[in-house]
């Protein structure tokens, strides 16, 4: 079976169920299962139910139909790493200090002199950090997690899971740890799926939290070839076009239908919250609107994808379904983050928030079960202080992107670009402008001001890192270039 190493808050963990049992005064089966699937890469427009015409997700429809779709729902991050530290924290990129996949500079060492400044790199995750698992496991859920971890240091047993099993990079030949012995034939989400069912199965007498982060659709781009065929003569709709990227996310939509039908055969669904998300947006680039020849997908109307803060990057999918609780075909136009999973989770199990620990989101509790209520204004704010790969274009210095925070409050959303000072500044109504294809910085400086105030107070408060100058910095080296 899956390993479950030890943590030393164990006993911390027990003791604080034995409290929550005496003051909370709520039974254990009044408490929903849990079940968080976490896509990989699945942007805004990547399902059926989310408007693609090309892609087939019947079960992911099935599920939205009978569930509540939120249209304003946004990542943690726009790269997989400090989205997946956020989620299980709770908490900004700036809090928790995971900002980036990884701290590997050989790629950006050999080229340094492109860049201003020197990026900040990641903290370890620590284990203080009482994550989402470890909390509800201290409220009485039986805690399984099967697929991409992608958290630095300590496997999912060290941060609250009872059951798991990690790999990511490869949907086929595949290695997982603990180490199973797999055929090259097995594609990677059956076998996390058919795990995932057996940690079902084997609790359906308990409590549990169940969580399925997918590897799918991140790259390589690998699928059963019945389901490639299967599209390989289907017309583009779009930009959406790909055959093989369609069958990997059809393979993840099997594999959503397989853990619904396990439920609804065990009779659990009417005590089960199902949540569906992704961790970023979709790889694709836009120009002026319109996609760029090489984007293998399409997050349009949104601008951009993963890697990118723009609305294709950040901007994702979500579907809450609760049999019996949350109104069957609803949409939600509330803005949520994947910062408000955490509480919102505690809030439906009726566990208290760890005592010393800041969750940066809210509880969404009431708008799952009553779509007419509205959340209250409040600022969502994103820190990726990261470079992309720089390089020499038309006698310039080119950045895939550069360090840029965000903050979104109401319809508007600022964008502050900088090295280690501010470059500039971008400014949308998302209302009216949800492609982000209108810069108002220049005509409503005082809403710029507004909001990079507040950006600045939420950054500084939650201890946002910075890069520094690069002292090795050398812009006259690409005039002598040139000049050769």
Not at 77 to 97: D, E, I, N
Request: charged letters at 20%.
């Amino acid at each position: 079976m899956e390993c479950c190493p030890v943590k030393i808050r164990s006993v911390f963990v027990i003791i604080l169920f034995s409290l929550l049992s005496v003051i909370g005064g709520r039974a254990q089966t009044d408490r929903p299962n849990i079940v968080l699937i976490y896509a990989d890469d699945v942007g805004w427009t990547g399902l059926g139910c989310f408007g693609s015409r090309y892609y087939e997700t019947p079960n992911l429809d099935k599920l939205a139909e009978g569930g509540m779709r939120f249209t304003r729902g946004y990542a943690a991050a726009c790269v997989c790493a400090p989205a997946r530290a956020s989620l299980m924290s709770g908490q900004y990129s700036s809090r928790h200090g995971t900002y980036r996949v990884s701290n590997n500079q050989k790629k950006k060492d050999a080229k340094i002199w492109l860049y201003k400044a020197i990026q900040p790199e990641n903290l370890p995750f620590s284990e203080k950090i009482v994550t989402m698992a470890e909390a509800l496991k201290a409220g009485g859920y039986v805690t399984g997690m099967f697929g991409k971890w992608h958290i630095k240091p300590g496997m999912p047993g060290v941060h609250g899971f009872d059951s798991w099993i990690v790999s990511s990079g490869r949907h086929f030949h595949f290695r997982t740890s603990p180490e199973y012995q797999v055929s090259d034939s097995v594609y990677l989400t059956d076998f996390m799926a058919d795990h995932a069912i057996d940690f079902i199965q084997r609790n359906r007498d308990t409590t549990f939290f169940l969580y399925l982060p997918d590897f799918l659709v991140h790259k390589p781009h690998e699928a059963k070839q019945w389901l490639i065929k299967k599209y390989e003569g289907k017309k583009p709709v779009s930009g959406h076009h790909d055959p093989v990227y369609a069958a990997m996310t059809e393979s993840l939509d099997h594999t959503v239908g397989r853990i619904y039908h396990t439920l609804d055969s065990l009779g659990l669904l009417g005590n089960t919250l199902i949540v569906f998300t992704s961790d970023n947006g979709a790889m694709a680039r836009t120009q002026n609107g319109k996609l760029t020849p090489k984007s293998y997908t399409s997050n349009l109307p949104l601008r951009d994808g993963k890697g990118l803060m723009y609305e294709g990057g950040i901007r994702v999918p979500y579907i809450f379904y609760w049999k019996g609780k949350i109104p069957p075909g609803t949409v939600n136009k509330n803005p949520i983050t994947a910062l408000d999973l955490y509480p919102t989770f505690l809030d439906v199990a009726g566990i208290p928030k760890p005592a010393h620990q800041t969750l940066d989101g809210t509880s969404i509790k009431k708008c799952l079960f009553d779509p007419a209520v509205r959340l209250p204004e409040r600022p969502l704010y994103w820190h990726y202080p990261n470079y992309g790969p720089a390089r020499v274009k038309n006698g310039k210095i080119w950045y895939a992107y550069v360090p840029t925070d965000v903050l979104i409050l109401g319809d508007y959303k600022l964008l502050e670009f900088y090295h280690n000072t501010v470059d500039h500044v971008e400014l949308y109504n998302l209302k009216e402008d949800v492609g982000e294809l209108h810069d108002l910085s220049k005509k409503m400086p005082q809403k710029v001001q507004e909001l990079q105030t507040l950006l600045h107070k939420i950054r500084e408060e939650s201890g946002g890192r910075m890069p520094i100058p690069n002292p090795e910095y050398d812009p006259l080296r690409l005039k002598t270039l040139m000049k050769k």
